[in-house]
């Protein structure tokens, strides 16, 4: 008898040992399938549609609309540390860690940074002649102004004025726009070496509404991802 119970208490635990081990390997691949992405709730509230990307270095990448937006960003910034994505979605809002998202946010706005580097060194190489520029620009079109002032004046006169007088007038206006047509090349000539940086400023708008509304997607994408809003 004592055998028999002997042998079933062995039964029984090699039983529990074997469940014990079984149901330790199944939350262990729960675990692994069902990790969510880095994403935490955030307690501040913002507009629909607010997002920040927040660089490691504290830069900020972001489209508010609001004051309260900004209200909102300075709090999440003061309780986070770190680079990290914070988006307003159906009247929450989130931070995401995600490394394979924020990954995909740098591609996404690469060309911008890119243009907007350009245009820092533009600026640092020709921050003086831009302005010297400007200033004769001014000049050019004070003068032009005037000019054609004096030109209607002398049509004026040219209309009332007796035979002998024409000429007179006649040779003042020819002199006046030959003048302007001189004043009118210089001030194109100017105007062309702000052009390339002109330019930029066009592309560098093309490309953050481009970026504004990938990253647009790419939330929405991450909120149809259902498990990614977990709280951790």
Request: without cysteine; aromatic residues 6%.
């Amino acid at each position: 008898m004592k055998n028999l119970f002997a042998a079933l208490n062995s039964k029984f635990a090699k039983s529990l040992a074997i469940s014990s081990l079984g149901f330790l390997f199944v939350m262990q691949a729960q675990a692994q399938t069902a990790a969510p992405t880095p994403v935490t709730l955030a307690a501040f509230s913002a507009g629909e549609g607010a997002y920040a990307w927040v660089h490691a270095d504290g830069k900020t990448t972001s489209h508010l609309e609001s004051a309260a937006d900004n209200n909102a960003l300075a709090s999440v910034k003061a309780a986070n540390q770190g680079e990290y994505l914070w988006f307003s979605s159906q009247g929450k809002t989130y931070v995401l860690r995600d490394q394979a998202t924020l990954n995909r946010l740098t591609q996404i706005w690469e060309p911008v940074e890119k243009i907007s580097k350009q245009m820092q060194t533009s600026a640092q190489n020709s921050t003086k002649n831009s302005s010297d520029v400007a200033e004769q620009i001014e000049k050019l079109a004070n003068s032009i102004e005037s000019k054609n002032k004096k030109i209607d004046k002398l049509n004026y006169k040219l209309n009332t004025a007796v035979e002998r007088e024409k000429e007179s007038y006649n040779g003042q206006i020819k002199e006046l726009n030959a003048s302007l047509a001189a004043l009118n090349a210089e001030m194109a000539k100017l105007k062309a070496n702000l052009a390339p940086v002109e330019d930029m400023g066009k592309r560098l708008e093309q490309e953050s509404k481009q970026a504004d509304l990938a990253t647009r997607a790419l939330i929405q994408e991450v909120v149809k991802g259902g498990a990614k809003l977990a709280v951790n």
